[in-house]
Antibody, heavy 118, light 108 residues
Framework: EVQLVESGGGLVKPGGSLRLSCAAS????????INWVRQAPGKGLEWVSS????????YYADSVKGRFTVSRDNAKNSLYLQMNSLRAEDTAVYYC???????????WGQGTLVTVSS | EIVLTQSPASLSVSPGERATLSCRAG??????LAWYQQKPGQAPRLLIY???TRATGIPARFSGSGSGTEFTLTISSLQSEDFAIYYCQQYNNWPPYTFGPGTKLEIK
């Protein structure tokens, strides 16, 4: 069974930093591109970042470029999102999501809530 | 960036009836469009990919159609568990992946 478990969310002050993790199991993690998607309270879905299987290709939404850094450790079946210079508008549930080729985002974690507030 | 619009924003339908949800892309996305269902407090679930292919385990009452810029998700004979928010997503031209704003399907 595919499982994605996010962790690391919490309350942080504006300008602060947070590191999210996503632990994967039940599939060959190293074979898939992985994404971060966020959802602000009561709002829709926003793609944040993608990382390819061997970390060669990395992409960010304009809204987080220069502040967020995605990485992965295939040996540990884990994905990370380092979030710096956090703003109130970064407040959201952050999901990791697996993207198989040509199928959209097949599997999602349960999400972790990040709240940026003073 | 490809903008997706969904209509209607909300839809009230009685159990057992059919629901038709629309998604329009600002430019062609070929058939690289997915539909997701999201219930309160849950992560999105992939329903349809490739505009018309049901994901694993998705009931046959869910069907998708369209290509290019116009897409439809049809749910025949609505069940109580189908009342949720539905999002479309394009994965033809990325980054960025983009999602529509969602359609909230409510019980009438």
């Amino acid at each position: 069974e595919v499982q994605l478990v996010e962790s690391g969310g919490g309350l942080v002050k504006p300008g602060g930093s947070l590191r999210l993790s996503c632990a994967a199991s039940g599939f060959t993690f190293s074979n898939y591109n992985i994404n971060w998607v966020r959802q602000a309270p009561g709002k829709g879905l926003e793609w944040v970042s993608s990382i390819s299987t061997s970390s060669i290709y990395i992409y960010y939404a304009d809204s987080v470029k220069g502040r967020f850094t995605v990485s992965r450790d295939n040996a540990k079946n884990s994905l990370y999102l380092q979030m710096n210079s956090l703003r109130a508008e970064d407040t959201a549930v952050y999901y990791c999501a697996v993207a198989a080729a040509g199928t959209g985002f097949d599997y999602w974690g349960q999400g972790t809530l990040v709240t940026v507030s003073s | 960036e490809i903008v997706l619009t969904q209509s209607p924003a909300s839809l009230s339908v009685s159990p057992g009836e059919r629901a038709t949800l629309s998604c329009r892309a600002g430019q062609s996305v070929s058939s690289n469009l997915a539909w997701y269902q999201q219930k309160p407090g849950q992560a999105p679930r992939l329903l349809i990919y490739g505009a018309s292919t049901r994901a694993t385990g998705i009931p046959a009452r869910f069907s998708g159609s369209g290509s290019g810029t116009e897409f439809t998700l049809t749910i025949s004979s609505l069940q109580s568990e189908d009342f949720a928010i539905y999002y479309c997503q394009q994965y033809n031209n990325w980054p960025p992946y983009t999602f529509g704003p969602g359609t909230k399907l409510e019980i009438k």
